[in-house]
């Protein structure tokens, strides 16, 4: 079965400090990650993702994420850190041999940047 | 243009009352996933649809949780004889086909009392 984990509940960063909040997973072969930023009372909002190719990828807002295979992570970056940037981030994990199938997600893990 | 929306926003049930939770996806958009998101935790699926066809629906806790989607867009999830547990946060999501990006609507915000 394939699973995401967050290991961090919280992160507190100062504004234009970097930002990592960190992912791992597992799933049988090659996964699809995923990333999704959850404001207060409204949906969640794609980030980026990772299929294939490039280890890093980008996204919207000047996110980041680097996938790293053999440590089976996918961690969010981001070089500078804007307060708008709080909020709660998922990371979330599809196997990619299965049609459909739907997403599953982490836990996720609370950003706070102090101004 | 528009995004996924869900109505009610907000709804509060006595326990043992049905509730009709409604989910208007992106138009053009074949793929529609339900899933359900408890306190202080990530979304959980529930089941999902192409066009009309409800192909997973193995995350409905019980059969007290029902989903249709009769003409392939809008689609209604159904509880009936709500409990507590079920209080939680119900999002809706589509996608443009199969194995595109999944865009989520705000939700449904399902307490019962």
């Known amino acids: 079965a394939q699973s995401v984990a967050q290991p961090e509940d919280q992160v507190n960063v100062a504004e234009g400090n970097p930002l990592t909040v960190k992912c791992t997973y597992s799933?049988?072969?090659?996964?699809?990650l995923f990333w999704y930023v959850q404001y207060p009372n409204r949906g969640l909002q794609f980030l980026l993702k990772?299929?294939?190719?490039?280890?890093l990828v980008k996204g919207s807002y000047g996110f980041e994420a680097e996938f790293n295979k053999s440590q089976t992570s996918f961690h969010l970056k981001k070089p500078s850190a804007l307060v708008s940037d709080s909020a709660l981030y998922f990371c979330?994990?599809?196997?990619?041999?299965?049609?459909?199938?739907?997403?599953?997600f982490g836990k996720g893990t609370r950003l706070s940047v102090i101004a | 243009g528009a995004g996924v929306s869900q109505s009610p926003r907000y709804k509060v049930a006595k326990r043992g009352q049905d509730v009709a939770l409604r989910c208007d996806p992106i138009?053009?958009?074949?793929?529609l996933f339900w899933y359900q998101q408890a306190l202080g935790q990530g979304p959980e699926f529930l089941t999902y649809?192409?066009?009309?066809?409800?192909?997973?629906k193995s995350g409905l806790p019980s059969d007290r949780f029902f989903a249709e989607r009769p003409e392939g867009s809008v689609s209604t999830l159904k509880i009936q004889r709500t409990q507590q547990e079920d209080s939680a946060v119900y999002l809706c999501?589509?996608?443009?086909?199969?194995?595109?990006?999944?865009?989520f609507g705000p939700g449904t915000r399902l307490t019962v009392t």
């Open positions: 799933v049988s072969g090659n996964p699809y």
């Open positions: 990772y299929i294939t190719g490039d280890n």
């Open positions: 999501a589509s996608s443009l086909q199969q194995g595109k990006e999944q865009y």
């Open positions: 979330a994990v599809r196997d990619p041999h299965s049609g459909n199938t739907p997403l599953v």
């Open positions: 649809f192409q066009n009309e066809a409800q192909l997973d």
């Open positions: 138009s053009g958009h074949v793929s």
